[in-house]
């Protein structure tokens, strides 16, 4: 979950796969070749997500202070709720893949890898959502839920260039140990044919990558950040389970269940191989669990929009800084009133305990 530099030189990387007879040539990536309809491909794609400058978002902060919709108080009592399992919320799953895909740099064209987002998918999703919540959650209005649900998104795809990272990994370590095999595209063409227990299995771990970078980022004292990721996992815990098979899994994967499950990616990333369960923990904790080994760090990687102009203009308009709202969990809105109320609330119950 680091995004720290890549310590990788990825061009360098990719000639050699191509020398190597690793990466697959243009064209061998269509539509029609996958077991999952990636309907993005016929959507216009209007260019890359960019990062602003620092100047920029403390703007967008300038003009959104003191304007926030939330009630410290309703957020305090939402914060309360979900501590104690009393918040129950219902609403319409659409699988991250449905919103977003991930393209491999082991297919041609190189210049087309990435992450592509359906702009025009994500609105209506979190409309849909946002309506169907209305009266149930008081920490979220439409921005910052849509907020929450690109960076969810995001986050699900970019396990997937974590798993071609560690795949890569591989194909480097077989071919220097005078054993070269094809790892990745392999792995790909098979990975929905497994008779693993939670198949496809990288599903359910993307989802609970996912999962678990909303806790990695939201590590700080109980204020509106962290209420909205307790809400927003607490919903995401009860729609996995409407969920296709392996990504309805994730909740095997979440907190503890993450390591031994990237293990068993490795064996399916590494078939016939009779190395250990316990060796292929240690690789996996090498190219799987540490965020130096991918290639781009979570604000670099390539990010495309795709939708119409009208689409993208509304996005636009709801989550003016991107880039940061998907690999940081950037909230723009000004949550200084409600973190003030949990923290007069925090002072309170110390003094009541006698505290200092």
């Not at 979950?1 to 020398?19: E, G, Y």
Request: hydrophobic share 40%; charged share 25%.
């Amino acid at each position: 979950m680091s995004n720290l530099p890549p310590v990788h030189d990825f061009n360098q990387t990719i000639s050699w796969l191509a020398s190597e007879g690793l990466a697959q040539p243009e064209g061998s990536m269509v539509t029609t070749s996958l077991d999952v309809d990636f309907g993005l491909f016929a959507q216009p794609v209007k260019g890359r997500f960019e990062r602003l400058k620092q100047a920029q978002l403390d703007e967008l902060r300038k003009q959104r202070k003191d304007k926030s919709t939330v009630s410290p108080e309703a957020a305090f009592d939402e914060a309360r709720r979900i501590k104690a399992g009393l918040i129950q919320l219902d609403w319409t799953r659409y699988p991250s893949d449905a919103i977003a895909f991930y393209r491999p740099f082991h297919f041609s064209r190189l210049d087309e890898w990435g992450i592509y987002f359906d702009v025009e998918k994500l609105l209506n999703y979190v409309h849909q959502v946002f309506g169907e919540m209305r009266g149930q959650v008081a920490s979220f209005d439409f921005e910052s839920l849509l907020t929450a649900c690109l960076c969810e998104v995001f986050q699900h795809e970019y396990f997937h260039h974590i798993s071609e990272c560690a795949a890569t990994t591989l194909e480097v370590m077989f071919h220097h140990a005078g054993r070269p095999r094809s790892v990745y595209i392999d792995y790909w063409r098979n990975r929905f044919r497994s008779n693993h227990r939670h198949s496809p299995l990288e599903e359910a771990l993307a989802n609970a990558y996912a999962y678990n970078s909303l806790t990695f980022l939201s590590r700080v004292k109980m204020g509106l950040r962290t209420t909205r990721v307790s809400v927003y996992q607490a919903a995401l815990k009860q729609q996995w389970r409407k969920e296709p098979p392996g990504y309805r899994d994730a909740a095997n994967y979440i907190d503890g269940g993450y390591v031994p499950g990237a293990g068993e990616l490795v064996r399916l990333l590494i078939p016939n191989d009779d190395s250990p369960h316990f060796a292929l923990e240690l690789v996996a904790k090498e190219v799987l669990l540490n965020g130096n080994a991918t290639f781009f760090a979570k604000p670099d990687i390539p990010v495309y929009i795709c939708g119409s102009e009208a689409s993208v203009e509304e996005f636009n308009k709801h989550v003016p800084a991107p880039v940061e709202a998907y690999s940081s969990l950037t909230w723009l809105d000004d949550s200084s009133q409600v973190d003030a109320y949990f923290e007069a609330k925090r002072q309170e119950k110390r003094r009541g305990q006698g505290g200092a």
